[in-house]
C-alpha cells in the first residue's frame, strides 16, 4: 500500500506563490489517483485539486482554477501542487491523500482516498 508525507507550506505574501510537495512511499506509481486537500478555520475539509491514476486528468476546486497545479513526477514518487495569487488573508492547512486501488479515476472526495499523510497538516497563510 502507498503512504505519503506532505510537505512545503509557510506565511507568503498576498499574491505571493508556494510548492506543496506529497512524497510517497511503499507501493508507488502514478496509476494511484491522488489528491490535495484543504481545510480552513471553522470549515469542511475540501478537495482543491485532484489527479487521476487512470489517465492522469486533473480536477481543480473552481476557486483555484488558472492559480493551482497538480502534478507528478515520471515515477509517480512525489505529487507537487503549485500554488498562485494566494489570497490575502486566507489561511488553512493542506493535506494530500491517495487512493490505494490503482487505475482509479480522478476522485475530489476525501472519503474516497484511504492513504492519508500522518500529520500535521501543512500550514498554508497569506
Known amino acids: 500500500q502507498v503512504q505519503v508525507v506532505e510537505s512545503g507550506g509557510g506565511l507568503v505574501q498576498a499574491g505571493g506563490s508556494l510548492r506543496l510537495s506529497c512524497t510517497t512511499s511503499?507501493?508507488?506509481?502514478?496509476?494511484?489517483?491522488m489528491g490535495w486537500f484543504r481545510q480552513g478555520p471553522g470549515k469542511e475539509r475540501e478537495c482543491v485539486a485532484a489527479?487521476?491514476?487512470?489517465?492522469?486528468?486533473?480536477y481543480y476546486k473552481d476557486s483555484v482554477k488558472g492559480r493551482f497545479t497538480i502534478s507528478r513526477d515520471v515515477a509517480g514518487n512525489t505529487m507537487y501542487l503549485q500554488m498562485n495569487s494566494l489570497p490575502p488573508a486566507d489561511p488553512s492547512t493542506y493535506s494530500c491523500?491517495?487512493?490505494?486501488?490503482?487505475?482509479?479515476?480522478?476522485?475530489?472526495?476525501?472519503?474516497?482516498?484511504?492513504?492519508w499523510g500522518p500529520g500535521p497538516p501543512v500550514p498554508v497563510s497569506s
Open positions: 491523500a491517495a487512493h490505494t486501488r490503482l487505475g482509479v479515476p480522478v476522485v475530489p472526495l476525501a472519503s474516497a482516498y484511504a492513504s
Open positions: 511503499g507501493r508507488t506509481s502514478r496509476r494511484y489517483a
Open positions: 489527479i487521476s491514476g487512470s489517465d492522469e486528468k486533473a
